[in-house]
């Protein structure tokens, strides 16, 4: 088991952020470095068992707490303007490339979940920053939002964009596994808060996401889970649909709820992710 450590890390804008990283035993060449980019209401510390999976695969990680969740600053759920999770993003992989991935000259991965996939698969469709492959988890490619909530997100962004209400998350549906849904249903670092401007950001950029998908250029690895309850997985299929076959690798975990890593079996998972990663950078 690596030994993890966290440290604060401080954004453009003076807010600090809880930084994590996982580092490989002293000396030793990582094969790539790993960043993750958690989901709505969570925190980074929830893919500690990922994190420990793939360090034993030879790469070291790297993960964050989001503004608004988890240790970081920021008022819960709430954004200062609508893309600064795409900039907070940036400063941190700009950061990972510098003294991680460049220094051992080595890949960067981003792999985002559910709206950390979001943020992540924006962040490469708009080029922000050049990353070597990306992973998506349950990515919010398609949060089911109708035209009632829509008009109502639209109103509330003009008038009160910073007002942040229950998101309406069914944690029962995170997973199968009952002590997964215990431990998320008492975590002290888990909230439930959504603002009319977050909300507007997953609602507008998932589509932008599938519309690009036919010009993608980055290899990637996307799992989506079958069964999912918090995220319509019409999103990914439609993603996967036309994205050139020779750069998304696609996988439908049928019958699994949304966290696939956290399933009572997480093994199609992990077996999925082990075999990309071996076939574009070999152990």
């Not at 907070?88 to 220094?103: G, K, M, S, Y």
Request: aromatic fraction near 8%.
């Amino acid at each position: 088991m690596s030994d993890t450590t966290q440290a604060p890390f401080t954004l453009r804008d003076g807010l600090n952020i809880a930084l994590y990283d996982w580092p490989l035993p002293l000396r030793q060449r990582p094969r790539g470095v790993v960043l993750i980019v958690h989901g709505l209401g969570e925190h980074a510390w929830r893919y500690d068992a990922l994190a420990q999976r793939l360090n034993d695969w030879g790469f070291c990680v790297r993960a964050y707490d989001q503004r608004g969740h988890g240790e970081s600053g920021g008022h819960r759920g709430v954004l200062p303007y609508e893309d600064a999770l795409l900039d907070d993003l940036q400063e941190v992989v700009d950061d990972t490339r510098r003294h991680i991935a460049e220094p051992w000259a080595c890949p960067l991965i981003l792999l985002g979940h559910s709206m950390g996939g979001l943020v992540s698969a924006t962040f490469v469709q708009r080029q922000m920053a050049p990353v070597d492959a990306l992973v998506l988890s349950s990515p919010a490619l398609d949060a089911g939002i109708g035209g009632l909530k829509k008009a109502l997100i639209g109103t509330m962004n003009r008038w009160a964009p910073n007002l942040a209400l229950s998101n309406g998350l069914d944690a029962s549906r995170i997973s199968h596994d009952p002590d997964v849904v215990a431990a998320y249903e008492k975590d002290r670092l888990v909230h439930d808060r959504i603002s009319a401007r977050l909300a507007r950001f997953i609602d507008v950029n998932g589509p932008r996401v599938v519309a690009a998908s036919p010009g993608w250029t980055v290899p990637t690895l996307l799992l989506y889970a079958g069964d999912d309850r918090l995220v319509r997985p019409e999103g990914s299929r439609a993603f996967a649909a036309v994205a050139p076959r020779d750069i998304v690798r696609s996988e439908c975990l049928k019958g699994q709820y949304h966290e696939i890593f956290n399933e009572l079996d997480p093994s199609p998972a992990y077996t999925a992710l082990k075999a990309w990663l071996d076939a574009r950078w070999p152990a």
